[in-house]
C-alpha cells in the first residue's frame, strides 16, 4: 500500500443548506441532495440540473448573476425536495435504534405482505410515511 487508506460519507441531504450565492449555484452531490434513507442521489441531481438550467436562463436575460436573485433556485429546490428528503432524514435515525429495525426485518421474514412493504418503501412516499410512524410498530408488535 504506497498512500493510506481515505473515505469519505455520501453528502445526505439531512439538513437544509445555501446551494447558490454570488455566481454560482450548486447542484447534485455538491449541494448535499442523496436521500439519506435511500441513498440516492441521481433523481435530485438530474432535478436540481433542470432547475438550475432555468435559473441560468433567466440570469443572463436580466444579467443578475447576485446571491439575491439566485436564491430563487435555493426555494425551488428544496419546495421540490425538502418533504421527501426530511421523511428520509427521519426513517435514517430510526435505523439508529437496531432492535426496530431487526424486529421489522424478521417480521419481514415470516410475512409476504410484510417483505413487499419493505420493499416499496424506496419508491412510495405514502408507505415511507407510514413507517416513519411509531403506530406502524405498535401494530407490528401486536401482530397486527
Ligand atoms: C458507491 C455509490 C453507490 C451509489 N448508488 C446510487 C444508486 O444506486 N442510485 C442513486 O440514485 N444514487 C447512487 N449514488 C449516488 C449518486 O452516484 C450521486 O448522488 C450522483 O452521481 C450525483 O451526481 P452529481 O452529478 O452531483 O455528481 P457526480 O456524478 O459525482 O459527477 C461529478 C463529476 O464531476 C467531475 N469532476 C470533479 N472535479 C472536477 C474538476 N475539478 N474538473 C472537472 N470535472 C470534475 C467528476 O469526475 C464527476 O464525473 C451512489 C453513490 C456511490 C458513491
Known amino acids: 500500500m504506497i498512500t493510506p487508506l481515505e473515505g469519505y460519507g455520501l453528502p445526505l441531504g439531512s439538513k437544509k443548506r445555501p446551494i ?6 450548486l447542484l447534485g452531490d455538491a449541494a448535499y441532495l442523496i436521500d439519506p434513507f ?6 435530485n441531481a438530474i432535478y436540481c440540473g433542470v432547475y438550475a438550467a432555468d435559473q441560468a436562463a433567466a440570469a443572463l436575460q436580466s444579467a443578475d448573476f447576485s446571491a439575491a436573485n439566485l436564491a430563487a433556485y435555493d426555494e425551488r429546490v428544496y419546495r421540490a425536495l425538502w418533504p421527501e428528503l426530511q421523511l428520509s ?3 435514517q435515525k430510526l435505523v439508529k435504534y437496531p432492535r426496530l429495525f431487526n424486529m421489522l426485518m424478521k417480521a419481514a421474514t415470516r410475512n409476504k405482505q410484510l417483505q413487499e412493504l419493505v420493499s416499496c418503501m424506496f419508491y412510495e412516499m405514502d408507505i415511507r410515511k407510514k ?3 411509531p403506530s406502524f410498530y405498535f401494530k407490528l408488535l401486536l401482530n397486527r
Open 131 to 133: 413507517l416513519a410512524q
Open 89 to 91: 432524514h427521519r426513517l
Open 20 to 25: 447558490s450565492g454570488e455566481r454560482f449555484m
Open 38 to 43: 435511500t441513498g440516492e442521489g441521481i433523481g
